[in-house]
């Protein structure tokens, strides 16, 4: 079930005051945690197993203990059982950060790392047979993890595991952005964004580039639905409730600076939402052009932090 799906089955079952179904156990990769306590509770779900993994992969993870927002499980006193790694990496390109001794640097607890999975040509469940392509193949195998000689493959993913072991999802290297000498997750902004928000409305954060500035600056654009408050609903107290729910959960380099808002009718995907947009940001509100530049115009109002 897509994500969007998701977002209005947990509505539904929440307006129908949890939905009594034959249903126990869900399984699937990757159920944000702001989504995992709504779409339980609202479908009285006993158990909700997530998993990570791709087809070609060897670093396959399984959450089967019920922890919400967990994609995987691998005890650290276990860890020599199923040898998989979080390894530091430049979080735009993925380029492995070494020590002195040439080995790749490990990443710490709940530290961003990108997961890597440790290739064994005579094991079944370690060989990474790779694609068609030599050149992508070699782009997901890197050498002298751990040890001299070694080979690891490379997910592309960054994750972070906890004290016990728990893997999380942080985001994919590559949706990160530098902004004031920091790296900005789009996921982890995005998850501050969407646990203010209800679950029938939608946010995605991506960066853009601003002339004569270093870096991208971050952009929200946040699709209210409209039938959630009625008439009465009011856009203006909405962001300025936004505004202060960000602050006190970001630190200031990840706040976005521009937020584009779209008020329609049953989401996102619906039909007939009314096609108006306003580019706002933090501090002020700019207009977009359609080819995604901006320009300076129609500053409207100014709210400080």
Not at 18 to 34: M, Q
Not at 226 to 253: A, I, S, T, W
Not at 266 to 291: F, H, I, P, S, V
């Amino acid at each position: 079930m897509r994500l969007a799906s998701l977002r209005f089955a947990s509505l539904g079952a929440a307006e129908a005051n949890k939905t009594k179904t034959s249903l126990r156990v869900a399984f699937g990769n990757g159920l944000r945690p702001e989504l995992c306590a709504p779409f339980r509770e609202g479908f009285d779900i006993d158990h909700i197993i997530e998993f990570y993994g791709s087809t070609e992969g060897n670093a396959n993870l399984v959450n089967n203990t019920g922890r919400d927002g967990a994609i995987g499980v691998v005890p650290r006193l276990l860890s020599f059982i199923y040898p998989v790694c979080l390894v530091k990496c430049d979080q735009e390109t993925g380029e492995i950060i070494r020590g002195e001794d040439g080995l790749a640097v490990m990443a710490g607890i709940n530290e961003p790392g990108q997961l890597c999975g440790l290739i064994n040509k005579n094991d079944p469940s370690r060989r990474f047979d790779g694609y068609t392509d030599a050149k992508a193949t070699s782009k997901k195998i890197c050498f002298d993890v751990k040890k001299k000689g070694d080979s690891w493959f490379l997910s592309g993913d960054l994750l972070r595991s906890d004290w016990f072991g728990f893997y999380y999802w942080c985001d994919r290297i590559g949706d990160t952005f530098r902004w004031r000498g920091e790296n900005v997750s789009t996921s982890e902004v995005e998850g501050v964004i969407n646990s203010f928000l209800r679950v029938e409305d939608e946010c995605v954060v991506y960066g853009v580039e601003i002339p004569k500035n270093e870096g991208k600056a971050g952009m929200a654009k946040i699709v209210f639905n409209r039938g959630r408050g009625g008439k009465g609903f009011d856009v203006e107290q909405e962001l300025e409730e936004l505004f202060g729910f960000v602050e006190r959960n970001l630190p200031k380099y990840m706040w976005p600076v521009f937020l584009r808002v779209a008020v329609g009718v049953g989401g996102a995907g619906a039909e007939g939402r009314e096609d108006k947009e306003e580019n706002n940001t933090m501090t002020d509100r700019y207009l977009q052009n359609e080819e995604g530049g901006f320009e300076e115009a129609g500053i409207r109002r100014r709210t400080n932090f």
